[in-house]
């Protein structure tokens, strides 16, 4: 075997664990919706809301000045948002990447379109696929809205100080889809347009509208765990523009992006030996 193909053999490998992680995240979020709705489970652990780490930081104001959470939040959220921070504090938004029963849908969702629009059976790495969805925005599009999240993150924030409840509450997709409590008509609007809109484009939600991505941006920036390049050896072919799921414009050059979900789609697709490579500090 050649260098080439060890290292495409490796880092495929690398690619089938991810995809395994993601599983047991999302079966795991599942399971832990369903134990919510089992007659008295829910009172015995708390709302469905207290497993997530967005809901640490929606009630992180009402706890200090308080004492108290937030409704259907509690301690658990704060210990899950730990959890969370420890692993960007390592390696950026591989949270993402890896373990976002959210984001591992909207890969899921994007496969769906793709296969449904006429993309091949067998992905082929680094091309174009001839699918017509997901396609991505214009880029001028793309570069003004993905600042969104970061807008939305602000405004939750404020809203937090008021709030009975976590401001997310009422619209959250990960109550949407994992909490099989689908009591109103704003959470399947919610479902629905998720599913849409994750078929249309990569990772939108992610992309553009979720606080939690916006939140955890900044340790992309600090993370000692990450994709580094070797300019020198980078042909410039594209091919890890092509298989981003977060569609981030010229990879090589954007390797510290915040929008990076440390998902190793980009360092699983080089096929030019030593160019990327996953790095400690
Ligand atoms: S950006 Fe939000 S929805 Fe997307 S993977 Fe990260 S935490 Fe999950
Ligand atoms: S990093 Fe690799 S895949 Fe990306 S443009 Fe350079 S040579 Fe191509
Ligand atoms: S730059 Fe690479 S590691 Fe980051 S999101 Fe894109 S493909 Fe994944």
């Known amino acids: 075997m050649t260098d080439n193909a060890k290292i495409q053999q490796s880092n495929s490998s690398l690619s089938q664990i991810r995809k395994g992680v993601q599983a047991i995240f999302l079966l795991g979020t599942y399971l832990l919706g369903l134990r919510h709705i089992m007659p008295g489970e829910s009172a015995k652990g708390g709302a469905f809301d207290a497993f ?65 629009s006429g993309g091949k059976k067998r992905h082929v790495r680094g091309r174009r696929s001839k699918a017509r969805f997901p396609t991505p925005l214009p880029l001028k599009w793309d570069k003004w809205l993905r600042y969104t999240k970061y807008l939305i993150l602000v405004v939750i924030l404020v809203a937090s100080t008021r709030s009975i409840y976590p401001p997310l509450h009422t619209i959250c997709p990960a109550r949407a889809f994992f909490s099989f409590q689908l009591t109103t008509g704003l959470l399947w609007s919610v479902l629905i347009t998720f599913i849409i809109t994750s078929m249309l484009n990569k990772r939108f939600w992610c992309k553009y509208l979720c606080p939690l991505g916006a939140a955890l941006a900044i340790f992309n920036k600090i993370a000692p765990l990450r994709v580094v390049i070797d300019k020198e050896r980078c042909t410039h072919c594209g091919r890890c523009d092509v298989e981003c799921p977060m569609d981030i414009h010229a990879v090589p050059e954007n390797m510290r992006s915040a929008e990076c979900v440390q998902c190793l789609e980009c360092l699983e697709t080089c096929s030019v030996p030593d160019t990327l490579d996953l790095k400690l500090g």
């Open 52 to 116: 997530c780490p967005f809901g640490g930081i929606e009630t992180l104001w009402s706890y200090i000045t308080t004492g108290h959470t937030l409704k259907t939040t509690n301690l658990l959220n704060f210990a899950v948002l730990i959890g969370v921070l420890g692993v960007s504090l390592l390696a950026g938004r591989a949270f993402c990447g890896w373990m976002c029963p959210l984001g591992t849908l909207q890969d899921l969702f994007a496969y769906l379109a793709r296969r449904l």
